[in-house]
Structures are given as C-alpha cells and as structure tokens.
C-alpha cells in the first residue's frame, strides 16, 4: 500500500482514460479514440491511475509528466516526496524502522516537535543513538532532523555529535554541538574527512537556546571534488565544497542519530531527536500547506513511506 498525503495526492490526477475496445489511453476530451475511432465516452472510459500500482510507477509519473506542469512550489514539495530513501517520525513509539540502537535511546511522548512521539538520549550523553542502514549506491545523500537539547554545556571545548553518515560502519561525517571558550561560546560544528584525513568547520551561534527545536540538514556528495553542507532552520550555515573524499568509500549506506561520541564528551543533558528524513534531494524544514478548503496543514513528509 503506498501512503502519500492528501497536500501530494491532490497534484495527481484522480483519473485516466482508457479505450475499452483498443485499450489505448487517451487524454479527457476529444472525440475519438486516436487508435480505433470509437466514440470517447468519459465516465465509461475512466480508470484508476495507473501509477498507483506501485511506488516507482508513480516515481516516473510524477518526475517525467506531472512536474512540468507544475508551479516551483509544487514541484520543491512534490520531489520532497519522491526521492526519499528513509523517513521516520517514531510514531510507532518505537525503533523497529531502524535497523538498530546503540546504548539506552528511549521514544518517549512528553516532547516532540509534531506528533506524538520523539527520540530521546540519556541526560548522561554518551554513545547513545539509532542507526539505518537504507541502501547502497548513493554518491549524493541528505539527512534532515529536528533536533533539540535540553542543557547548555558549563565546560569548555566539549562536543557531542548528533547526527552522522558512515559507510560500512566507517563513520565519514558528523554534526556537532560543541562549546567553546568560555563555554557560553556555543557551535554548530561539521566534522568531515578529505584525502582519508578528518577535518571541522564551524558555525558559532551564541545564542543557540535548550528546549529549544532546531531544524538540521546535512548533505554530501562523494566526488573527487565532493562537498559538505549543513543547514540550520532552512538556512546554509556550513558550506565545504571541493574536497576529495573518495577515500572513504563510493557511496554512503547508513546514517546515526541521537547521541554520538565526540572527543571531550559532556554533559548536555537529553537529545530530543524527531522527523528523521534521508533524501538524494534537498529536504528542508516541514512545511505548511494550504489544501483546497483553506485550512492550513503542515505536510509531514515522514508518513511517506
């Protein structure tokens, strides 16, 4: 059974028309069919879509005949949904979409960003997080989460990752929140490896707040002039472009969220982990929609699987 929501579905069409003498599908409207020349009769003629018969066929409906006639807008939300390689909300209060868990991460329902559920860390931080393996043979891949913390670190040049990339278990990018000197100097940190050797760049926001959620991207292209890029709230904070990276693998088949070892691990208190998406396409902050109806709605991209 494929689940799009109702903001998606509606850019479809609700039917097609085939001839029931010829079986030649033909557009709504005209006179006769193209093929045999029987009469077009609509309603008798109508049928369910075929790219409703499986996820991929509706994947090339919608790349090769509905974008192009689609606003910009519909197309950012429209590809959203169809270049997906894993999305996840924790909305079955659990983690059996992943396909493991590393240290005591728990889905609880006090604190989410939408929903009923999210991820949670232990508040002692440490290797603490959820793992999916969803696929080889991507060059190109984003991850995109809501992330929250629920204390400010109090000790100088401490880090823990949060959210990560790793091929075959080698872990080959991370996103980091680190403290600084004095520890109130607070950092989005991106660490990534070039020529086989790890490397950080960093976003300093002093005003990064707890119990607060924020919206992170990461995106990486392995190429002999590969690229790194972290987005906060929709916004490109971290941009590392032309590094060769090829020496870590072809291709990137796992990502790790929660609580992830960085040297000089503190105490940040709990990660709050939700709305996980991995696309081979920019994800973006969830957006709000307005159906036909004029009720606004926000499109959660997760129940799209």
């Not at 959820?130 to 995109?144: C, E, L, M, P, S």
């Not at 100088?156 to 790793?166: D, G, N, R």
């Not at 392995?222 to 032309?242: H, L």
């Amino acid at each position: 059974m494929i689940k799009i929501p109702k903001e998606i579905l509606n850019l479809f069409p609700t039917w097609e028309y085939c001839c029931p003498v010829c079986g030649t599908y033909v557009q709504s409207g005209i006179t006769f069919c193209p093929n045999c020349k029987t009469p077009f009769n609509e309603l008798k003629w109508r049928v369910p879509p075929r790219f409703l018969k499986s996820h991929k066929a509706m994947s090339k409906y919608a790349h090769e005949v509905l974008a192009p006639r689609l606003t910009p807008n519909q197309r950012e939300l429209l590809f959203r949904s169809f270049t997906q390689l894993f999305a996840d909300g924790f909305e079955t209060g659990n983690f059996n979409a992943w396909d493991g868990t590393v240290g005591s991460p728990t889905v609880q329902s006090t604190v989410k960003h939408h929903g009923t559920y999210a991820m949670q860390t232990p508040s002692a931080g440490g290797d603490n997080n959820a793992y999916k393996n969803y696929g080889a043979g991507y060059t190109t891949v984003f991850a995109r989460i809501y992330w929250m913390f629920t204390s400010t670190p109090t000790a100088t040049y401490q880090a823990l990752s949060f959210l990560a990339f790793e091929k075959n278990g080698t872990r080959f990018a991370r996103v980091s929140f680190r403290s600084g000197s004095p520890a109130t100097n607070l950092y989005i940190r991106l660490s990534y490896y070039a020529g086989g050797t790890e490397y950080t760049a960093d976003w300093q926001n002093n005003a990064l707040t707890a119990n607060t959620w924020y919206c992170i991207e990461l995106k990486i292209v392995r190429a002999a002039a590969g690229e790194y890029r972290v987005w906060v709230d929709g916004t490109e904070r971290i941009a590392v472009t032309n590094q060769d990276n090829t020496a870590q693998g072809v291709d990137i088949d796992q990502v790790r969220v929660g609580g992830i070892p960085y040297p000089n691990t503190d105490n940040f208190g709990n990660y709050r982990i939700d709305c996980v998406v991995v696309a081979d396409t920019y994800i973006g902050p969830e957006v709000e929609v307005v159906p036909v109806g004029g009720t606004v709605q926000q499109a959660k991209l997760q129940d799209i699987i």
